[in-house]
């Protein structure tokens, strides 16, 4: 009779997985089978985010975004669509090209919202450009500024489809968007004065 302990041990279940059998056990909830998951497809997701945002960091970050997304949605996947990397492909390209046209906008808010403060507290200053401050100074707002901000900047509203897409009278979205380059306004002026 041969020794139990004599038998090579199974491999975890898990690894003897198909993709797409894996899916079905995140939808059951399993944290295993989105590790099993990551390990088999994250190095090709990275490769894609890095060529795609060109940052290391962010690329990774993003990747990661990608299988948080799989893990709650894991129920959207249609294996008569393609392959689970494939799924994971599409989502890591559409969240990069997201990034980079987010990236882009708050590049374009920064450059206006320079300018303009420019305008109105030194016009002999140099065109010197500190997207860093503008960023930061956006952080700081009050997610209700930031709101109609983006709104009017990124995605070109007027103060009327603004208060419509934020259920708002249309003279607290004027208010709210003086508010913010006010703000805004200040912190680049301090900044033309060479304070850190």
């Given amino acids: 009779m041969p020794d139990p302990s004599d038998r090579a041990p199974s491999p975890p279940p898990f690894l003897a997985m198909a993709d797409v059998d894996l899916m079905t056990a995140l939808v059951r909830g399993e944290r295993e089978a989105l590790g099993e998951l990551y390990d088999r497809h994250a190095n090709v997701l990275l490769a894609l985010s890095v060529r795609l945002v060109g940052i290391q960091a962010q690329a990774e970050e993003l990747v990661h975004d990608v299988f948080i997304e799989a893990w709650h ?63 930061r100074g956006l952080g700081q707002l009050a997610s209700d500024l930031v709101a109609v901000v983006e709104l009017a900047y990124f995605d070109g509203l007027s103060a009327s489809e603004i208060a419509r897409a934020l259920e708002i009278p249309i003279g607290t979205v004027k208010s709210r968007l003086a508010r913010a380059l006010s703000v805004l306004r200040e912190d680049l002026a301090v900044a033309g004065k060479g304070t850190p």
């Fill in 73 to 135: 949605h894991a129920r959207d996947f249609d294996s008569t669509r393609g392959s689970v990397r494939a799924w994971l492909l599409t989502r890591t390209r559409s969240r990069a090209l997201d990034r980079r046209a987010a990236q882009a906008r708050q590049t374009n808010l920064a450059r206006r919202l320079y300018a303009d403060a420019s305008v109105v507290t030194a016009p002999t200053q140099p065109a010197s450009f500190d997207a860093g401050r503008v960023h």
